[in-house]
């Protein structure tokens, strides 16, 4: 069964990692996928894994920061696509350092790559969402949003992240759109080695740690996210709105 067939998909920060197993997942399933990253050409090896197994997408380039140019990229995505249904926030960058030695540009970055952007992508996308009366926005939140240190900045984008689910949920309800949140623990992916990597360690000793303190005893896939996401923005998940689902081997 193909849960998106005749869907068109936007995921954002799908060059690499979680964004990347995002859209093609949701291509898998039948969506056309607007893979969104800083740069199209960073984001044309996810279009080409896509449409390699006969799926569809495009690569689009876009600041996400920037709102002018989202509002731009996505007038272009519908236009190519000839609509906007499910939108997937997920660029996040991390610039990790205890309190007192994080510099304001460091908090300024990530409170606007991970939060603000969500604003940006969200904001734009209601209009065609509002318009079709049918929509699904999933987010990206993280396990830190409970707190964790050398994090505060991440931290509390991720937890705004969390806010602004919740809320958006009740205003867009009425128009039919879904709006939640994933909350991921640890992932391999790139962002999480390079985490061990200003820790001194390598990313299968990083790894090996995490997952031995982990109740499922391994650390997450970026398929693991990618499958939550596929549900929650899918029809299976046609009553669940306003949430933010952790999915972290069990961790507390
Ligand atoms: N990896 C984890 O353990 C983990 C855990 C919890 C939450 N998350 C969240 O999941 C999301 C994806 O994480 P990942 O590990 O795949 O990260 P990643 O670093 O592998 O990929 C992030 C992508 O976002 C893109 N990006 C960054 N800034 C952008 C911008 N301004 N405009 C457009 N694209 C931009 C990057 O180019 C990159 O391709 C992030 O929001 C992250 O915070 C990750």
Redesign the pocket.
Known sequence: MSRFTDRIAVV??????????TAQRLAEEGASVAV???TAE??QATVDAITAKGGVARAYG?????YEAVEAVFAQIAEDFGAIHILV??????RDNLFFKMPKTDWDAVI???LT?VYNCSHVAQKYMCAQKWGKIVS?????ALGNRGQAN?AAA?AGIQGFTATLAIELGPFNINVNA???????????A??AERVGASAEDHQAEVAGRTPLRR??Q?ED?AAVVAFLASEDASYVSGQTLYVNGGAR
């Open positions: 954002t920060g799908a060059a690499q990692g979680i964004g990347a197993a969104v990253d800083l960073r984001a876009c600041d996400v920061t920037d926030n997920n660029a996040g960058i991390t606007t790559v991970n952007s990206l939140s993280s396990r830190s991440y991720k994933v909350a991921p623990g640890y992932i391999a992916t790139s962002m999480t390079a985490t650390v997450g970026p996210i």
